[in-house]
Each structure stands twice: as C-alpha cells, then as structure tokens.
C-alpha cells in the first residue's frame, strides 16, 4: 500500500522538497508519497482541523511536516492528538505529526533541528565563553533556537556566552521572556525591540567579534527585504546566518555584496536538510543519526534534486 506524507506550507509547490522526497524514499525503500497541503497564513482554523481529521482517520496517512502554520495547527485540533511530546506542549506548536497504530502524536522538533543548524555551521566547539548569539526576530524558529541552547547548557555543553533576541514588538518578546522564565533559560540574554533597519544595525554593531547573527525574522522569504540595511556594520569575524535557503534572501545578498573577508555567510539549507531529516526519521520510525552515513546520503540526494 503506497502511504501518503502530508506537508502543511503556504507555498508548498515552491520547496525543494517536491523533488527530494521521492529520492529519499527511492533510497529508504518505502513506497510513500508526499501530499502538499498549501494554507494562507492564518488560515481559518477549520481547514488546519480538517487536515488533521484526514490524517486520522486515513489508514494510509503515516503523518506529516508543518512549516508557517504550527501553533495553528496544534490550537485548532489539539484534542485530535492523543500525545504531545515536551517540547509540543511547551511550545503549544507542532512540526511533525505521526501515529502510534491508531493513536495520533504530535511532536515540536524545531529545538533540536535548529540547533543541529547552528553546529553545522560553527560547530559546538566555537563557543569559547565570549562568542555572542544575535537572534534577530522573536517568533517560533527563534524561542526553539533558544530552547536548543538551553537544553545544550543543561547537558553541559558550550553555548553562546549572550544572546540578544530582537523583535518588532514588545509583546512578542514579552512571550519570550516568559517561557524563559518558566524553562530557567540561564544564558544571559537581552530582549531587544528594534523593529527597523537602524534599530537592528545598531543592536548588529553592539554584538562581539565573531558572533553569529542569524536573521529568523522570515524577511527574505516570508515577505520581502531584510531586517537589517545593506550596510549592516557586522562585528568583525562574524557568521551571519538566514534560517531560510529560499526566497529572495536580501539579508545574505546584502551581507555578501559588502565583500568582507572576514564574515561567513550561509544559508539555511543544512537547517532545512535536518528538520526534514528528523521529521521523515520519527515519522517512519527510522533512526536517522545527524552525524552518520545515511544523513549524509539523504543530504546528497537533496543537494543533487
Ligand atoms: N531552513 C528551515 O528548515 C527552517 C526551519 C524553521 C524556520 N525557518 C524559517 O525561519 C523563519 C522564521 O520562522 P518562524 O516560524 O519563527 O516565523 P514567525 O513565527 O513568523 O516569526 C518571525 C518573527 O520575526 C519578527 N520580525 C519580523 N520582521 C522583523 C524585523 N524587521 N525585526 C525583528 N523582528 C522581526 C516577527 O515579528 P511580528 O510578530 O511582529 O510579525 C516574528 O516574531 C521563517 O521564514 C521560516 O521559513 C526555516
């Protein structure tokens, strides 16, 4: 019986996983397919609760992936799920929907992914007490980002010596400031409102060599333009880093055209690779180790589609 995978996005025929996930599945010797499922953000909350009903009523539906719409997702059918992992009750969000036999389970994976992310690209090593964390936009990839941090600072690992989270709004980061309360988020972080480009520079500019400043404000791919000006005054060695890998891309357009030596910029396509990864791991119960061979097989198929 061929299985269906289903993808909750908003432009979901644009993502490069329509050509990956068959490969994958080639690869992994599943005989599944993936079904598109495009919603306007803030989309009313029947279509996200119809969706979900489908999933579980149908026996061939194995799951699925949600992008834009997790915190919908899970606010408009939270009692469809029979289990929600940590993380997806902490974070009222869901990313990876899968199902126990009959029992449909709900998973927020984004703390885990995002954070396999960002080793990707300085390696935990690179946190040698005065590296600095910019998070430039307060909404869900950005808590998980923390939330992944603060899970490494539990286990003993090394992390970012600040983090300095901006947001357009005081309220959102308000929202921040309370689950880091409520999880005991012990890094030391400032809660930053700079909703314009000359707000974000100057907070850009205040941040220590060899910081990393990752834009997760969705500008670039979810609307256009980026968060900071085209002459954002990155501190010197700095990693500047886009959660997305598709769009646009502004910010990492403009970070390139300053033509410094000294600042790496990257995309977020390994960001994309892992949280697609886990999903398709957990989903078909297939242990997919982020350091291990069949990642890097998954992720070569996913460079060539
Ligand atoms: N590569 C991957 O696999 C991957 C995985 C996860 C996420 N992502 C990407 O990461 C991005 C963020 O995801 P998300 O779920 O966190 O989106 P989100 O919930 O829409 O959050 C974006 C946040 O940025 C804020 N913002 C917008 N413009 C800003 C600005 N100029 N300065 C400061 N803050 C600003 C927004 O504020 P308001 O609330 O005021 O609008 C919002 O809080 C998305 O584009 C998503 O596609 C990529």
Same mark, same amino acid.
């Given at each position: 019986? *061929?299985?269906? $995978? ?6 979901? *025929?644009? +993502?490069? &996983? ?9 690869? @992994? ?21 119809? !969706?979900?009903?489908? &999933? ?14 997790? @915190? ?8 469809? $799920? ?19 036999? !009959?029992?449909? @389970? ?10 396999? #992310? ?23 990839? %950005? ?9 490494? !600072?539990? %286990?003993?690992?090394?992390?970012? +010596?600040?983090?300095?989270?901006? !947001?357009? %709004? ?12 409520? &999880? ?23 941040? #220590? ?19 900071? +000006?085209?002459?954002?005054?990155? /501190? ?10 598709? #769009?646009? @891309?502004? $910010? ?35 242990? &997919? /180790?982020?350091?291990?061979?069949? $990642? ?10």
């Amino acid at each position: 019986m *061929t299985t269906t $995978f289903s993808f909750f996005g908003v432009t979901t *025929t644009s +993502s490069a &996983i329509r050509r990956i996930f068959p490969r994958w599945m080639a690869e @992994l010797g599943i005989d599944s397919e993936l079904v598109g499922l495009d919603f306007a953000v803030d989309a009313p909350a029947a279509e996200y609760r119809k !969706a979900v009903e489908r &999933i579980k009523a149908d026996p061939q539906s194995v799951g699925g992936l949600i992008t834009t719409h997790k @915190l919908n997702v899970l606010s408009a059918a939270r009692d469809l $799920f029979d289990e929600l992992d940590d993380a997806a009750e902490l974070l009222k969000e869901t990313s990876c929907i899968h199902k126990d036999g !009959a029992r449909l @389970l709900g998973a927020a994976l984004d703390d885990r992914t995002s954070l396999l #992310g960002l080793d990707a690209l300085v390696g935990e090593g690179y946190w040698d007490g005065t590296r600095e964390l910019v998070v430039l936009g307060a909404g869900g990839a %950005s808590i998980a980002l923390t939330l992944g941090l603060h899970r490494a !600072a539990r %286990s003993g690992r090394p992390v970012p +010596s600040r983090v300095i989270v901006t !947001a357009r %709004s005081e309220a959102r980061l308000d929202e921040m400031r309370s689950l880091h309360a409520e &999880i005991g988020f012990a890094i030391p972080t400032e809660y930053l409102v700079a909703g314009t480009s000359t707000e974000a520079d100057r907070v850009v500019a205040s941040a #220590g060599s060899g910081s990393v400043i990752v834009n997760a404000t969705g500008m670039g791919k979810d609307r256009p333009g980026s968060p900071v +000006s085209e002459v954002a005054p990155f /501190p010197r060695d700095a990693v500047v880093w886009d959660m997305n890998y598709r #769009g646009e @891309l502004r $910010f990492l357009a403009d970070a390139r055209s300053q033509r410094r030596d000294d600042l790496r910029v990257v995309d977020g396509w390994d960001y994309f690779v892992y949280s697609w990864t886990m999903v398709v791991g957990v989903v078909y119960g297939i242990d &997919i /180790p982020a350091a291990g061979p069949l $990642f890097d097989r998954l992720s070569e198929l996913a460079r060539a589609a």
